[in-house]
């Protein structure tokens, strides 16, 4: 089955730094891929929607300059936590859009110290 | 807005025990998806319900989709230590984002 790559699984950083994430789609093509946030304890929450070939569509409350997303070819997208700060500590997970279902990535976890 | 609003947040239980997981919405949905969720990792999919009515086993569990599509249920049977984890409704088809619910976090003690 259609399977959706996330890497690095664990990141931990120094504040001030940046930190790229990314989502591969291994068997299919994703024109749009999502970035999800999810605290401990907490439900995953929608950040972006990322688009192949335009800008991303960022969810209200989310900085855009600080949660870079470029969706560089039709199997890759990438977000990039910059200038890191330990409240951006956090799960972050990925997933592309198949045929009525959803494949997530298996989730990034970022520390930033 | 889409809102899915999950019941109850947390639940723990005697092994061998039943119990229900309620999802429910002022929006119709044109699916609804159910996910497991363990620490560390993406969320899993369990099931997905479409049609108004549908009543779906995976094993010891049976999701439930409401007949006006805004609602559903999972219902595990003898719930065992292996059930322990985060349950996921969430909302959406297609090529557009999920709306989860909050999420149920179930402990089963042996």
């Known amino acids: 089955g259609a399977v959706v790559s996330q890497h690095p699984s664990w990141v931990i950083c120094k504040s001030g730094t940046s930190v790229k994430i990314e989502c591969r789609s291994l068997d299919f093509q994703a024109t749009t891929m999502f970035w999800y946030r999810q605290f401990p304890k907490q439900s995953l929450m929608l950040m972006a929607t990322s688009n192949e070939g335009s800008k991303a569509t960022y969810e209200q409350g989310v900085e855009k300059d600080k949660f870079l997303i470029n969706h560089a070819s039709l199997t890759l997208s990438t977000l990039t936590v910059t200038s890191a700060h330990p409240e951006d500590s956090s799960f972050y997970i990925c997933s592309a859009p198949g045929w009525n279902i959803q494949y997530f990535g298996a989730g990034t976890r970022l520390s930033v110290l | 807005t889409q809102l899915l609003e999950q019941s109850p947040q947390f639940l723990s239980i005697q092994e061998g025990e039943n119990l229900t997981v309620y999802c429910n919405s002022s929006?119709?949905?044109?699916?609804l998806q159910w996910y497991r969720q363990e620490p560390g990792e993406g969320p899993v999919l369990l099931v997905t319900?479409?049609?108004?009515?549908e009543v779906k086993k995976l094993k010891r569990l049976t999701f439930q989709f409401g007949d006006a599509r805004k609602d559903s249920s999972l219902h595990i049977t003898a719930a065992q230590p292996g059930d322990t984890g985060l349950y996921l409704c969430a909302g959406g088809a297609g090529n557009t984002p999920l709306v989860f619910g909050k999420g149920t976090r179930l402990s089963v003690i042996a």
């Open positions: 929006s119709v949905f044109s699916s």
């Open positions: 319900v479409v049609t108004g009515g």
